[in-house]
């Protein structure tokens, strides 16, 4: 009974390996996507930040297809060698809240024409957009749609 039990756990690991494989040759195939690796506690819950890998979308033409609650995967604007993965909390038009350090009233921030607002989920310790200001669209490279390790989920459009 026991190696027909470890039998199936093989199999079913194989399986799960090839439909991780299908669905990312998919995307890539179709969408021009891509895969990304995500380290750092920046993004936690969403992702672990330990070796996650994602399946991100390329988004030509931009502008109109980054919407607020989205997962996108941007150069880093003060270091342009480096990508980070943050969530769009706002967009062109849309006015932010900073709480800049010792101060206790917040800063509104609009979000200038052709930028976004980017943050961590996790902003105890995210660097984001709080650090560096909107986001000009022409850094954001593409959008995460699915998670494939350490386990294979959709990436939900939310703000947590």
């Known amino acids: 009974m026991a190696v027909a039990v470890a039998s199936w756990r ?24 891509f895969l990304s690796k995500v380290d750092g506690p920046s993004m936690f819950p969403t992702f672990t930040g330990r070796g ?14 980054v919407q607020v609650g989205d997962v996108v995967i941007s150069t880093r604007p003060i270091q342009a060698d480096e990508n980070i993965i943050k969530r769009v909390t706002a967009v062109e038009g849309q006015t932010v809240n900073v709480y800049k350090a010792g101060s206790l009233a917040p800063v509104q921030i609009q979000v200038p024409p052709g930028h976004v607002w980017l943050q961590g989920d996790n902003l105890i310790l995210s660097r984001d957009s709080r650090e560096y200001g909107p986001v000009p669209l022409a850094l ?18 939310k703000l947590k």
């Open 52 to 65: 996650d890998w994602v399946v991100a979308e390329a988004l030509p033409g931009l502008s109109d297809r």
């Open 140 to 157: 954001v490279k593409g959008r995460v749609i699915a998670q494939l390790w350490p386990s294979m989920k959709w990436v939900e459009r």
């Open 10 to 33: 093989k199999a079913l690991r194989g399986a799960a390996c090839f439909v991780r494989g299908v669905s990312c040759f998919y995307v890539v195939y179709n969408y021009g996507g």
